[in-house]
Protein backbone atom coordinates (compact mmCIF):
# COMPACT_ATOMS: atom_id res chain seq x y z
CA UNK A 1 0.00 0.00 0.00
CA UNK A 2 1.44 3.30 -1.03
CA UNK A 3 0.58 6.46 1.28
CA UNK A 4 1.76 10.25 -0.05
CA UNK A 5 2.62 12.88 2.58
CA UNK A 6 2.36 16.50 1.38
CA UNK A 7 3.69 19.68 3.34
CA UNK A 8 4.81 23.23 2.86
CA UNK A 9 1.32 24.85 2.54
CA UNK A 10 0.54 27.69 4.21
CA UNK A 11 -0.03 31.67 3.78
CA UNK A 12 1.75 33.67 2.01
CA UNK A 13 1.03 37.27 0.06
CA UNK A 14 0.94 37.93 -3.62
CA UNK A 15 4.24 37.51 -5.37
CA UNK A 16 5.70 35.39 -2.75
CA UNK A 17 7.18 31.52 -2.77
CA UNK A 18 6.09 28.77 -1.25
CA UNK A 19 7.57 24.90 -1.75
CA UNK A 20 5.35 21.95 -1.52
CA UNK A 21 6.54 18.55 -0.92
CA UNK A 22 5.60 15.00 -1.46
CA UNK A 23 7.36 12.06 0.31
CA UNK A 24 6.04 8.33 -1.12
CA UNK A 25 6.27 5.18 0.49
CA UNK A 26 4.80 1.73 0.65
CA UNK A 27 5.16 -0.34 -2.66
CA UNK A 28 6.68 1.62 -5.20
CA UNK A 29 6.85 0.17 -8.64
CA UNK A 30 10.01 0.79 -10.87
CA UNK A 31 7.75 3.12 -13.43
CA UNK A 32 5.60 5.57 -12.32
CA UNK A 33 4.02 9.55 -12.73
CA UNK A 34 4.06 12.12 -10.06
CA UNK A 35 2.33 15.04 -9.95
CA UNK A 36 0.76 17.80 -8.40
CA UNK A 37 -3.12 18.77 -8.22
CA UNK A 38 -5.31 21.45 -7.17
CA UNK A 39 -8.87 22.64 -6.07
CA UNK A 40 -10.06 25.88 -5.82
CA UNK A 41 -13.19 26.32 -3.21
CA UNK A 42 -16.48 25.66 -6.16
CA UNK A 43 -13.92 24.40 -8.74
CA UNK A 44 -12.95 21.32 -10.21
CA UNK A 45 -9.64 19.51 -9.05
CA UNK A 46 -6.95 20.45 -11.96
CA UNK A 47 -3.77 19.18 -12.95
CA UNK A 48 -0.97 21.51 -11.74
CA UNK A 49 2.41 19.36 -12.89
CA UNK A 50 3.96 15.56 -13.01
CA UNK A 51 6.71 14.11 -13.34
CA UNK A 52 7.23 10.83 -14.75
CA UNK A 53 9.98 7.88 -14.09
CA UNK A 54 11.36 9.47 -17.09
CA UNK A 55 11.52 12.88 -16.45
CA UNK A 56 9.15 13.70 -19.17
CA UNK A 57 7.15 16.96 -17.72
CA UNK A 58 4.12 18.17 -17.48
CA UNK A 59 2.88 21.70 -16.58
CA UNK A 60 -1.02 23.59 -16.68
CA UNK A 61 -0.88 26.13 -19.44
CA UNK A 62 -1.42 28.95 -15.96
CA UNK A 63 1.54 27.86 -14.26
CA UNK A 64 4.16 27.67 -16.59
CA UNK A 65 7.16 29.97 -15.96
CA UNK A 66 5.96 30.52 -12.35
CA UNK A 67 6.17 26.85 -10.95
CA UNK A 68 8.61 23.73 -11.14
CA UNK A 69 8.20 20.75 -10.40
CA UNK A 70 11.21 18.33 -9.48
CA UNK A 71 12.31 15.33 -7.89
CA UNK A 72 14.69 14.75 -4.69
CA UNK A 73 17.48 12.11 -4.74
CA UNK A 74 15.18 9.23 -3.41
CA UNK A 75 13.07 9.39 -6.26
CA UNK A 76 10.42 8.69 -3.96
CA UNK A 77 9.60 12.39 -3.35
CA UNK A 78 8.56 15.38 -5.07
CA UNK A 79 8.56 19.03 -4.58
CA UNK A 80 6.51 21.96 -6.29
CA UNK A 81 8.64 25.46 -6.45
CA UNK A 82 5.90 28.05 -6.28
CA UNK A 83 7.27 31.48 -7.46
CA UNK A 84 5.34 34.57 -7.85
CA UNK A 85 1.90 33.44 -6.76
CA UNK A 86 -0.83 34.87 -7.24
CA UNK A 87 -4.86 35.21 -5.41
CA UNK A 88 -5.80 32.90 -8.15
CA UNK A 89 -3.42 30.20 -6.86
CA UNK A 90 -5.29 30.13 -3.85
CA UNK A 91 -6.42 25.74 -3.53
CA UNK A 92 -5.66 22.80 -1.72
CA UNK A 93 -3.09 21.09 -3.43
CA UNK A 94 -2.80 17.58 -3.46
CA UNK A 95 0.06 15.11 -4.80
CA UNK A 96 -1.02 12.17 -7.08
CA UNK A 97 0.70 8.93 -7.84
CA UNK A 98 -0.08 6.87 -11.02
CA UNK A 99 1.70 3.41 -11.35
CA UNK A 100 0.34 -0.20 -12.62
CA UNK A 101 -3.39 1.89 -13.26
CA UNK A 102 -3.82 2.98 -10.30
CA UNK A 103 -4.50 6.69 -8.55
CA UNK A 104 -2.96 7.85 -5.14
CA UNK A 105 -3.97 10.51 -3.43
CA UNK A 106 -2.35 12.23 -0.58
CA UNK A 107 -4.78 14.43 1.61
CA UNK A 108 -3.95 17.63 0.70
CA UNK A 109 -2.03 21.34 1.79
CA UNK A 110 -3.90 24.75 1.72
CA UNK A 111 -2.13 27.52 0.16
CA UNK A 112 -3.48 30.42 0.19
CA UNK A 113 -1.99 33.65 -1.42
CA UNK A 114 -3.68 36.84 -0.38
CA UNK A 115 -2.28 40.31 1.20
Do not use: H
Not at 3 to 27: K, T
Amino acid sequence: QVQLVESGGGLVQPGGSLRLSCAASGSIFSFYTMGWYRQAPGKQRELVARISTGDSIYYANSVKGRFTISRGNAKNTVYLQMNSLKPEDTAVYYCNLVQNGMDIWGKGTLVTVSS
